[in-house]
């Protein structure tokens, strides 16, 4: 392995490296959040109503912003709290919301996948897990396989020796996502998160014996103080651990929208070609330790549903990440969140106040969204193909769409040829595929099919 893909990969040119280490988006979506408009609700009523004719089952994703905390280095959705009214009155809101989106379905709708996200989801009380749990089970019908999922921050589960662990499982919970990011004690003080090795030890075994499935951990390359060296010791104790997906994800650092971000002293953060170390390096350790790399930062041991899924191509991408029973269309709810719902994204308020306003005066908190056009469709395709798949196979993009490949991406090959040149991609008569090498700028090849490429701020590819 040494010799193999990583040592060619570690002899990569700093100038190579330095030339492909641009802002470039993780599309989770495609069109990107920053081209959604304004949308009003009475668009979205009418694309729940539209919904309602059709028989498709639904994902639901549930935002629980609050934490205790903020780590340093947090990109996602977070407000600051430890006053229980203040969660409680949100969480009120949010069964509202659930009830006013509901209200326009004429019965109860089929669910293949929930998350749970955040923030700290594991931050509401047991009390309110039933309440939530009931309120969605008396207007959704959970498949019999249905994956219902949660992140879970160790922290906020350690000190009750499990109960609220084992709460979720009868709850219904089968799949549980850990924060771990570096078990260095230096890296969590340089980004504020104290959590000892004891406290992710013992949740993780907790949740073996609750018989969860599918258990992630996920860990970020890129933090202050890391090395390769230092990474290597964290990796080796998680991989001794079995969990049966780790999520490894690159620092997007995005202080223009997270400031506290800047906190973080640049000095203190690994070079480009360090941060890059680390990744290759851990990725060789996953891969030794008996994991399949899936998409561009997920690592799943073999026998796990994920890795089945990626095999058989029927892997899925979204906001939560990759998954393999995510129904195309979700209902999201709380603040910030996006859902998608024939061929539309909408996007929530982004504040408690805002979304207060709103359940106030009785409306559905959507703000922002996003209509594809059939040539958006086309290119999400195209993006979602290499994301999940790092392949694009160009007779079942005929096949579903009428159009010749080559004739309709012209300009988009030419693009390609230049990335074949840089050794990121083949480009075959029938398919196109990332290289090895392609397959960490992931990001980069896609956004060859990006139309709206340049209008917005993304972290780095590296
Ligand atoms: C909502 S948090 C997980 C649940 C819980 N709040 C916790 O931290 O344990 C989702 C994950 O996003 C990842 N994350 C957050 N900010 C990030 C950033 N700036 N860059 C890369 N990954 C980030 C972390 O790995 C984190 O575990
Ligand atoms: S990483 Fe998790 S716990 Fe830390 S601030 Fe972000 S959401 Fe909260």
């Known amino acids: ?30 069109p990107t959040a920053p081209q959604f408009r304004p949308v009003d609700e009475a668009q979205y009523i009418e694309t729940l109503l539209d919904f309602d004719r059709t028989d498709k089952p639904l994902s639901l994703y549930f935002h629980i912003p609050f934490c205790k905390s903020m780590c340093l280095f947090c990109g996602c959705s977070v407000v600051l709290n430890r006053q229980p009214e203040r969660q409680e009155q949100y969480f009120r809101r949010l069964l509202e919301e659930i009830e006013r989106a509901f209200s326009h379905f004429s019965s109860k709708r089929r669910v293949s996948q929930l998350h749970l996200g955040g923030g700290t989801p594991t931050s509401l009380t047991i009390q309110q897990f039933d309440r939530l749990m009931a309120h969605i089970r008396a207007r959704f019908e959970f498949t019999e396989d249905a994956e219902i999922a949660i992140e879970v921050d160790p922290r906020t589960v350690y000190a009750d020796k499990g109960e609220k662990l084992a709460h979720l499982s009868s709850l219904g919970f089968n799949r549980v996502s850990f924060g771990v990011q570096d078990l260095d004690p230096a890296v969590q003080e340089a980004v504020k998160r104290r959590q000892t090795e004891e406290m992710t030890v013992q949740t993780y075994f907790k949740a073996r014996e609750l018989g969860f499935q599918g258990i992630n951990i996920d860990l970020i390359y890129g933090l202050p103080l890391q090395t390769a060296a230092s990474f290597a010791k964290t990796a080796e104790k998680l991989i001794a651990l079995k969990p049966d997906r780790i999520a490894f994800y690159s620092y997007a650092k995005v202080p223009w929208l997270k400031p506290h971000q800047k906190a973080i002293p640049d000095a203190d953060l690994p070079s480009t070609e360090e941060k890059f170390r680390i990744y290759v390096e851990a990725r060789e350790a996953f891969m030794k330790g008996g994991y399949l790399p899936i998409g561009m930062d997920h690592f799943a041991l073999e026998g796990d549903s994920i890795a089945s899924a990626y095999r058989e191509k029927k892997l899925t991408r979204n906001f939560q990440g990759y998954s393999v029973q995510m129904a195309e269309d979700m209902l999201s709810f709380g603040i910030t969140a996006i859902g998608f719902l024939q061929n539309r994204f909408f996007q929530n308020v982004k504040t408690l106040e805002e979304y207060e306003a709103k359940a106030s005066q009785g409306k559905l908190p959507s703000l922002r969204g996003f209509i594809l056009s059939p040539e958006d ?31 309709h991406f012209q300009k988009e090959l030419e693009t390609l040829a230049r990335l074949e040149g840089e050794g990121l991609v083949e480009l075959g008569r029938d398919r196109i595929a990332a290289t090895a090498l392609g397959r960490l700028f992931i990001r980069i090849v896609a956004s060859t099919f990006d139309a709206y490429l340049g209008n917005g701020q993304f972290s780095r590819a590296v």
């Open 1 to 30: 392995m040494v010799r193999g893909i990583n040592a060619e990969i570690l002899s990569v040119d700093p100038l190579f490296l330095a030339k492909y280490d641009r802002q470039v988006p993780r599309y989770t979506s495609y």
């Open 377 to 407: 469709t086309r290119r999400r395709y195209a993006i979602q193909a290499l994301m999940c798949r790092f392949e694009l196979d160009k007779a079942d993009f005929s096949n579903r769409f009428g159009l010749s490949f080559d004739a």
